[in-house]
């Protein structure tokens, strides 16, 4: 069964600084590997994903992240964080060989100005 | 498009009492999610449907049913609610393309009081 971590319930960052929001990932085939946002009192927005080839992956508003399979690994980042970036970030997994999609706990970010 | 809509956005009830919480999209999605979100828990999988007539336990099915008849509808049912269900419920849909994305409601807040 597959699984996610992230073992951070919250990051805080200066503003113009560089962010880094942790995930791992547990799949026992080969993974899709998903980022979302959330902002308060709304939906999840999907920020970008990993599926197979170049493991930095370039998303929304900035965003990118880091897939590391020997690590089973994928890290959020931004070179530069903004305040409008403060939001509940979540990383989701899916085995290629399900239907099944599994989100971790969420990682609260928040800028500081 | 309107995406994914949930109704209702807010809803009380008492214990033992019975409701269905609505979820359409008008994507012509073959894959559909129920998820809940408790604080610092993150979003556990309740059901999820690959196809109409076709659905599927996920991580925390207990005290949950759901149905598929048509491609665009994926009810929610609680038969009797328990304070435990006291959460907020997020529908989502993808195509049935392996690397595809969730497109998530704005969810539906749930009191059992």
């Known amino acids: 069964a597959q699984s996610v971590a992230q073992p951070e319930d919250q990051v805080n960052v200066a503003e113009g600084n560089p962010l880094t929001v942790k995930c791992t990932y547990s799949?026992?085939?080969?993974?899709?590997l998903f980022w979302y946002v959330q902002y308060p009192n709304r939906g999840l927005q999907f920020l970008l994903k990993y599926i197979t080839g170049d493991n930095l992956v370039k998303g929304s508003y900035g965003f990118e992240a880091e897939f590391n399979k020997s690590q089973t690994s994928f890290h959020l980042k931004k070179p530069s964080a903004l305040v409008s970036d403060s939001a509940l970030y979540f990383c989701a997994v899916r085995d290629m060989g399900d239907d099944k999609i599994i989100f971790g706990k969420g990682t609260r970010l928040h800028i500081l100005p | 498009n309107a995406g994914v809509t949930q109704t209702p956005k807010f809803r009380i009830l008492k214990i033992g009492q019975s409701m269905t919480l609505q979820c359409t999209q008008d994507?012509?999605?073959?894959?559909m999610y129920w998820y809940r979100q408790d604080p610092g828990m993150g979003l556990k999988l309740i059901y999820y449907?690959?196809?109409?007539?076709?659905?599927d336990k996920g991580e925390v099915p207990n005290g949950y049913n759901v149905s598929r008849s048509t491609t665009e509808d994926f009810p929610l049912r609680l038969e009797l609610a328990a304070p435990s269900q006291t959460s907020v419920y997020f529908c989502?849909?993808?195509?049935?393309?392996?690397?595809?994305?969730?497109?998530f409601g704005p969810g539906t807040r749930l009191t059992v009081l």
């Open positions: 799949v026992s085939g080969n993974p899709y």
């Open positions: 449907s690959v196809g109409a007539g076709i659905t």
């Open positions: 989502a849909s993808r195509t049935k393309t392996g690397s595809s994305e969730q497109f």
């Open positions: 994507m012509n999605h073959n894959y």
